[in-house]
């Protein structure tokens, strides 16, 4: 079949649908892994600001109870309460200092007597807690003070780091309070809070612990978990883009390419003609769809008529063979014979529409008589013989429509068509013809055949003639009407008007 049809033409329509089917289902797949990626994401980025929150809520409360629990040290003596102040604070897991304030600076602490700049309180550090890049002791780190009226403690930022490294890669943790932020890097910034952040705040301590996720950390995950999953949505596109292209230029015909056909004239009449017994003188012709597309090459009916017939355009394509027949026959009507015998072949789906009556009606219409129109029905088709049926059968006898019955005795032969419509003739098949002489019961149907047609006054025409032997036998019982290749194989029309209205041209 791909020999036959039409080329089809790279377009950019055709460009554009083939990228589109095989872009789509990646970018559908990408979209559904990004959210999906970024579901996941946002999970984890709470699951890791919960863990991260509570060991900063632990250190508040720390710090509070131990505020509580030395209070009785401040206003007091530094000589006094400094071996006690010192053991409390290597009883204390996470605080490294433990401070006593007076008038506005530290007068006494566990880590240092005299040192007079690392006594001088700043006056930011209030009721609270507040984050400094360094002091004297730890100038490169940063640390966290939590002040609870005239006790104030110390913590260490690098333990504070700890709790800002998140397991998850993408994921970055920040510890908010008294304005500033403390990052994973260890810097001390102002603090900043983005509307794509998730953010736990405290009430009670005023700390928060901020949680966002890295810019493009959902296509790591994407093309680090997720990669054998858009390997197969690109695989996907790329298989229904190379089906469509398949099926683009595909041997297989369609609807449209029919009706293409058919409104560019490409589907023309072909000519098979009939000849009298004698076989000199042409009685009839049968008419014959054949579609010579664009490349020239010429396309079998038994590869487009199934596909008319099944798409319900068949009475179109009739509708357009014989109307192309008629202008070529009116062209000719002065050099036609007269009563000469035209025949075309009706599908079943064409007898169930009236529209076929005005087509025969058109059909006849300027010929002057000339031509015998015929109608051949054939047994393949399986007609139903219902009242609808037979009056359009009748309808078209009456407007001068002449009947046959093709491939007569083949595929069942149902004689009800015999009994309800006064058929015209009955065309021997080939399948029975090329059985003449072999020995077989081939002639005993012809026989049966003929002395049926003979009762119902219905003459006989013979197709498949191949050879003088099969044309002698049918002669000796008085078939007069001879089709086949013996004497012409199909041709198109304008060749078969030249070579028999014209045979001096």
Request: glycine share 6%; net charge neutral.
């Amino acid at each position: 079949m791909s020999l036959y049809r039409p080329k089809r033409k790279v377009t950019l329509r055709f460009v554009v649908q083939t990228l589109l089917l095989a872009a789509l289902p990646s970018l559908a797949g990408l979209g559904m892994l990004y959210f999906s990626a970024n579901s996941q994401m946002q999970k984890q980025a709470h699951k890791e600001l919960e863990l991260s929150y509570k060991h900063f809520d632990k250190i508040f409360a720390i710090a509070d109870k131990v505020a509580v629990d030395n209070r009785f040290m401040a206003h007091r003596l530094c000589a006094q309460i400094l071996p006690e102040l010192r053991r409390e604070a290597t009883r204390q897991l996470y605080i490294r200092s433990i401070n006593i304030i007076g008038n506005n600076k530290i007068y006494c602490s566990s880590v240092l007597e005299n040192d007079e700049e690392y006594l001088k309180v700043s006056p930011e550090v209030q009721e609270g807690g507040v984050l400094v890049p360094g002091n004297v002791i730890t100038p490169n780190s940063s640390v966290l003070y939590i002040r609870h009226g005239d006790i104030m403690m110390a913590i260490d930022g690098r333990l504070l780091l700890s709790f800002l490294q998140s397991s998850v890669s993408g994921i970055r943790l920040y510890f908010v309070v008294g304005g500033r932020e403390l990052h994973a890097s260890g810097w001390v910034y102002p603090s900043t809070f983005s509307e794509q952040s998730i953010i736990k705040s405290s009430k009670e301590t005023g700390f928060s612990v901020r949680a966002s996720t890295e810019p493009g950390a959902e296509w790591n995950i994407i093309f680090g978990s997720y990669l054998p999953l858009f390997f197969i949505f690109g695989l996907t596109g790329f298989v229904a883009a190379l089906f469509y292209s398949k099926k683009y230029f595909s041997a297989e015909l369609t609807e449209k390419d029919l009706r293409n056909a058919i409104s560019k004239g490409e589907i023309i009449p072909w000519a098979q003609p009939i000849f009298d017994s004698s076989g000199k003188e042409i009685w009839g012709v049968e008419i014959l769809a054949r579609w010579k597309n664009q490349e020239g090459k010429v396309i079998p009916p038994d590869l487009f008529i199934p596909l008319a017939e099944k798409s319900n355009i068949i009475m179109e394509l009739t509708r357009s063979l014989m109307m192309q027949t008629k202008e070529v026959f009116s062209a000719n009507i002065n050099l036609i014979p007269h009563d000469f015998h035209v025949s075309f072949n009706i599908s079943n789906r064409c007898c169930k529409t009236d529209a076929l009556v005005g087509v025969c009606q058109q059909w006849l219409q300027g010929m002057d008589n000339k031509l015998s129109l015929t109608l051949e029905l054939t047994e393949r088709d399986s007609f139903q013989n219902s009242a609808h049926f037979n009056v359009l059968m009748e309808t078209l006898k009456q407007h001068g429509v002449k009947l046959a019955i093709d491939d007569f005795g083949t595929a069942g032969s149902n004689l009800d068509y015999l009994k309800e419509v006064a058929f015209d003739y009955i065309k021997i098949d080939k399948s029975y013809v090329a059985g003449i002489g072999s020995g077989t019961s081939s002639e005993h149907i012809i026989d049966n055949i003929l002395d049926l047609a003979q009762r119902l006054g219905m003459d006989v025409i013979a197709e498949g003639i191949e050879n003088a032997e099969q044309v002698d036998h049918l002669k000796g019982k008085h078939v007069i009407h001879f089709q086949g290749y013996l004497y012409s194989a199909p041709v198109p029309l304008e060749t078969f008007t030249l070579k028999y209205f014209h045979p001096l041209l």
